[in-house]
């Protein structure tokens, strides 16, 4: 027996290149882009620095490890969900927003993580409050919801 969903998968080529529905996703991509080549570049300085231990700690090793691959999901589900993608852009809306908290967390916590790292985690914020501010506004949610 074939089972299908009762709405498709991928959004009509026309609701995708809206004006606003282009801008909001140029925008995700650039966030969650840049959210990626921090995160990466961050783990590339932990790995240089990994024998300073007021530096680096392993508490540094597994955030930043978390944080580049979730930052890949991120991305990828962007890109997806630029493309028409319900699954990645519902995976989008969730990622931003646990991460969201999680950052808040990592810099919210006393001695946990060197400062660096908190300034590093507070610029990432920034970027996933704004992909969470973009993918959860009422034109993408409208969207997805719509066609």
């Not at 882009?33 to 392993?58: F, K, M």
């Not at 996933?128 to 973009?134: N, R, Y």
């Amino acid at each position: 027996m074939n089972v299908r969903s009762p709405r498709p998968t991928a959004l009509p080529e026309e609701h995708l290149h809206h004006p606003r529905s282009r801008a909001a996703f140029r925008t995700a991509k650039l966030l969650t882009g840049g959210y990626l080549g921090l995160s990466a570049l961050t783990l590339v300085a932990v790995a240089l620095l990994h024998n300073d231990a007021a530096l680096v700690n392993d508490a540094v090793w597994v955030r930043a490890t978390i944080v580049v691959v979730s930052a890949l999901v991120t991305f990828l589900c962007a890109v997806r969900a630029a493309r028409g993608s319900r699954t990645a852009y519902r995976r989008l809306r969730i990622i931003s927003g646990i991460m969201l908290v999680a950052v808040v967390a990592v810099i919210a916590l006393p001695g946990t993580f060197p400062l660096w790292l908190k300034v590093e985690q507070g610029v990432c914020g920034l970027a996933l409050l704004g992909v969470a501010a973009i993918v959860n506004g009422r034109h993408l949610r409208a969207l997805f919801a719509t066609a």
